[in-house]
């Protein structure tokens, strides 16, 4: 089930974005980067906070588009320094890829606009102390993106129970 999940997020992902860069009207801002090469630019920024307590990882993300074309589409990944319990139902815009790793639809992004938030709410395989996060764009359509670190983020989140903010 994981792989045809992974597998239909992808083209859906893909097919969206072909959409999006052909359909007149699309809103999109295209700028020239080199000899007869056009890239959009957007820049995607991934915002929230991880929770650890007891075993209870709980991971709160919103994505945010502040450049200035517009996206239809992006997927964040979200990588866990443990192993979570397998089997865990995720939101539907989100699929497992791995015991450690998820990945997540961030819906149409316009530009200087928001797309909407995904809280997951996980338990890991015993109780670990601490866990490292991190979370970066898997993909983006294809877009240029001239301040990638505002969607890169290692979070360390040690066993409190306090939001630990990206």
Not at 102 to 112: A, E
Request: aromatic letters at 4%; charged letters at 20%.
């Amino acid at each position: 089930m994981g792989d045809t999940r992974k597998v239909v997020l992808v083209l859906v992902s893909a097919a969206t974005a072909v959409v999006m860069g052909t359909a007149p009207g699309a809103g999109a801002s295209v700028q020239k980067r080199g000899a007869g090469t056009d890239a959009v630019e957007a820049d995607l920024a991934h915002h929230g906070h991880v929770t650890l307590s007891s075993g209870r990882l709980t991971v709160r993300l919103g994505s945010e588009n502040h450049g200035p074309a517009g996206l239809a589409d992006a997927t964040v990944r979200l990588e866990f320094s443990a192993p979570m319990v397998a089997g865990q139902p995720l939101p539907p815009t989100c699929l497992w890829s791995g015991d450690r790793t998820i990945l997540c639809r961030t819906g149409p992004l316009r530009p200087i606009g928001q797309g909407h938030e995904v809280t997951l709410e996980l338990r890991t395989i015993g109780t670990p102390y601490e866990i490292v996060v991190r979370i970066d764009t898997a993909w983006n359509g294809g877009a240029t993106d001239l301040n990638p670190e505002n969607h890169r983020h290692r979070v360390l989140a040690p066993d409190t129970g306090d939001p630990y903010v990206f």
